[in-house]
């Protein structure tokens, strides 16, 4: 008898019974596999969804619930609140976030239906109160919709692409949006006709020659056989928390203590790659320390331990962190002056390093070489007070002196203050949620979408609010839509 192994496929030939048959089975009940199962559904397939949790939720139920939208000339919110949003600039941002691991075929395809997509998630029953929040923020405090959620205003992307806030937030008083979005598209799956099956952890796949047929769930400490006539489609997340996977594809997150997720343990990934697939970008991260609270803090300047500015302070926090982290040390400081100094919030866990009436001062507490922070911060305010960052481009309003005493640095150390991370490398899928393999061929009956491959938020350095969301979504559906069609 063949082993039941999340690394290679069961043969089909060696299933005794099916314990379960349906169209098209989705593995993953997060915001990903929602959208896959109800597209599927929508196109005619007869689908099951099998959870390892005892319900709905995933990553996508942790988040924010903010999806990245524009194109098209704009949403109509984004156009009530005077923002056109062209689809060449919108899909020109796409591409520069994904620097250089984009998937230009993604962006272009998402690009192109964004606006579509937004038409679908209301369709959903997904609801926005349709306002623009202007500010710097990471998630809205009350129910609005519209946010700056990357670094759509900031260079380099602002020289690429004409900006505009793309972050659509759902309706839903404070942070934590994630979990009712997920509700809703979970209501919408369950009234399309989608068989929920929880508690059922995936532990292998099923093959048929080079065609994946079905996949093996464990319930109730026993393997179940799920044959899938069309095609099964992974919706697992990604691998925060699979320090192995870590320890080999994405070593640099162990500079960080903070993953988060929910049981992102790498098993979709393992599963396509014991099927013939291909993971591609696998070193790639997202993380933030959530320094824009309060939004003054933007206006300082961040060194790393050598008392160096290493990054314009006014791109998206998650570019910040994640540059942050590159840099020796094993912790970076945030210069602050009187003016724009508040005490940050305490789940942040940045501390005080070093105080003075000059920046002098606070170089000596920081136990720097003389001349060195000092000259940063002069050479800074002298071009902040004529409005202008040679080094950088940090634009005004946020480029201001920073002269008025006096003055502080807040550590960020990587290992004690909160930066948390998720993974972004997996699987290698086409625009149609086809999971490939090494020549960029579909593994026969294999799709996959969301955090388990590779998509729109390809690279940590150029991420943005929503675009996870996004991606999972708009290509959770292109994933299910495609198994059905067998």
Known sequence: MAEISLHRPYPASEVAAWDYTCDVAVIGFGATGASAAIEAADAGARVILFERNSGSG???????????????????????????????????????????????????????????????????????RGNYLPGKHI???????????????????????????????????????????????????????????????????????????????????????????????????????????????????????????????????????????????????????????????????????????????????????????????????LCLDNAHFIQPMDFARMTIAGTGDTWEEVEGELGMAAGTLSQTMAFYNEHARAGHDPLFHKRPPILTALDQGPFVALELNFETSYFSFFTLGGLHTSAQGEVLDRTGAPLPGLFAAGRCTSGLPAWGHGYSSGLSLADCTYFGRQAGRKAAAG
């Open 139 to 333: 998630e809205p405090t009350d129910d609005s919709t519209l946010i700056w959620s990357g670094s759509e205003a900031a260079w380099p992307f602002c020289d690429v692409a004409k900006p505009a806030p793309r972050g659509h937030v759902i309706q839903h008083m404070g942070w934590g949006g994630g979990r009712p979005l997920v509700d809703i598209l979970e209501a919408s799956a369950r009234a399309s006709g989608v068989e929920v099956v929880a508690d059922a952890r995936a532990v292998a796949l099923v093959a048929d020659g080079a065609r994946v047929v079905g996949a093996v769930v464990r319930i109730d400490n026993q393997n179940r056989f799920v044959r899938a006539a069309k095609g099964v489609v992974l919706a697992t997340g990604g691998f925060a928390f699979n320090e192995a996977m870590r320890r080999k594809y994405c070593p640099e997150t162990f500079k960080l203590s903070d993953p988060i997720g929910d049981k992102d343990d790498g098993a979709g990934i393992m599963l396509g790659l014991g099927a013939g697939g291909e993971a591609i970008h696998m070193e790639q991260f997202f993380t933030t320390c959530p320094w824009t609270m309060p939004e003054s803090h933007a206006n300082g300047v961040f060194v790393n331990a050598m008392g160096q500015r290493f990054i314009n302070e006014d791109c998206y926090h998650g570019r910040v962190s994640r540059c942050a982290v590159d840099q020796p040390g094993g912790k970076v400081y």
């Open 58 to 128: 995933g990553a996508s139920g942790l988040s924010g619930g903010e999806i990245y939208i524009g194109g098209g000339g704009g949403t109509d919110v984004q156009r009530a609140a005077g923002f056109s949003d062209s689809t060449e600039d919108f899909t020109a941002y796409l591409k520069a976030a994904g620097g250089p691991c984009v998937d230009e075929a993604k962006c272009e395809k998402y690009g192109r239906e964004a606006l579509d997509h937004f038409a679908w998630l209301k369709a959903q029953g997904v609801p926005y």
